[in-house]
């Protein structure tokens, strides 16, 4: 008669780390799967800076000339314009999805609270949504630089840097709105959202040279995030590159990485407190 044998337990199988051991990766997963159903809504963001670009860069920049592009050269003022439409748009798409979205399933969807009952974290919660929002702004990004390149508005070989540098831009925009989403109450605080954004992107040297504004207003422009990366692109597409290009960098990384600690310390509060 053989003995009892007792049962073994069952081999725990442990993921690979993922992000420095985060499983950050986890909610990107979700968010395109849930993407997959709604993918019609990322045209809007692929369309609206296509039409300001035809409409404010070619009709009116004929009657505008030329206009003084990076080192002073002069450039025809579609040229001028499309880079900085390319900067508004990765701004557009990471500010979307990290407010409207974000808002959502935080107050409404109570999507992180059952999130938190795996073994992921607050800040797996932030770096995957973050993380999210860099992916849509991307797919914008990319799309209105084909644009770009078609119609014949680049010049030298960076041009294809301006694709990272505006997942730059999503990365600073994204991680700070994420984190002003977490200190919002209702619905009506949005309206503070495109208060933010809306003079952003009609004062950041978008539609004309810094050089235009009063002498006074010129410091507060250059504190405008969206000024930063408007000129990071319009250097990159134009093929004009010097040192002064990394001060731009190292602001809208700074602010990222703010953005990032803020998102973090809130979620902690907000969910597990």
């Known amino acids: 008669m053989t003995a009892p044998t007792t049962p073994t ?5 442990t993921p690979l780390p993922v992000l420095g051991g985060l499983r950050a990766h986890r ?37 505008v000339g030329n206009v003084t592009g990076p080192g002073g050269i002069p450039i025809e003022y579609v040229a001028f314009v499309a880079p900085s439409l390319l900067a508004a748009s990765a701004m557009n798409g990471a500010v979307i999805e990290s407010t409207f979205n974000i808002f959502f399933k935080l107050r409404y969807g109570k999507v992180y609270d059952g999130i938190l009952t795996t073994p992921m974290k607050p800040v797996d ?32 070989w960076w041009w294809p840097l301006a694709l990272p540098a505006a997942v730059l831009i999503g990365f ?18 949005f309206d503070l959202v495109q208060l933010v954004t809306l003079p952003l992107f009609l004062f950041s ?11 006074a207003l010129q ?50 509060k907000l969910l597990l407190t």
């Open 219 to 268: 410091p507060f422009i250059g504190l405008s995030p969206l000024y930063h990366g408007a000129e990071i692109i319009r250097g990159l597409v134009l093929g004009v590159v010097d040192i002064t290009m990394t001060g731009h960098v190292a602001f809208l990384l700074v602010m990222g990485l703010i953005g990032v600690a803020i998102t973090r310390r809130r979620l902690v």
């Open 172 to 189: 600073a925009f994204a991680a700070c709105g994420m984190a002003a989403t977490t200190y919002m109450k209702s619905w009506q605080d």
């Open 125 to 156: 919660i932030a770096v995957g949504e973050i993380s999210w929002c860099l992916i849509r702004g991307a797919l914008y990004s990319a799309a209105f630089l084909v644009i770009l390149v078609v119609m014949g508005l680049t010049s030298g």
């Open 205 to 215: 040297a978008t539609f004309y040279p810094l050089e235009v504004y009063p002498d």
């Open 27 to 63: 909610l990107l997963e979700r968010n395109l799967l849930v993407a997959r159903r709604v993918w019609t809504v990322f045209f809007s963001g692929v369309l609206e800076p296509i039409f300001y670009l035809f409409s404010m860069g070619v009709g009116l920049g004929a009657l």
């Open 9 to 13: 337990a069952p081999t725990r199988i």
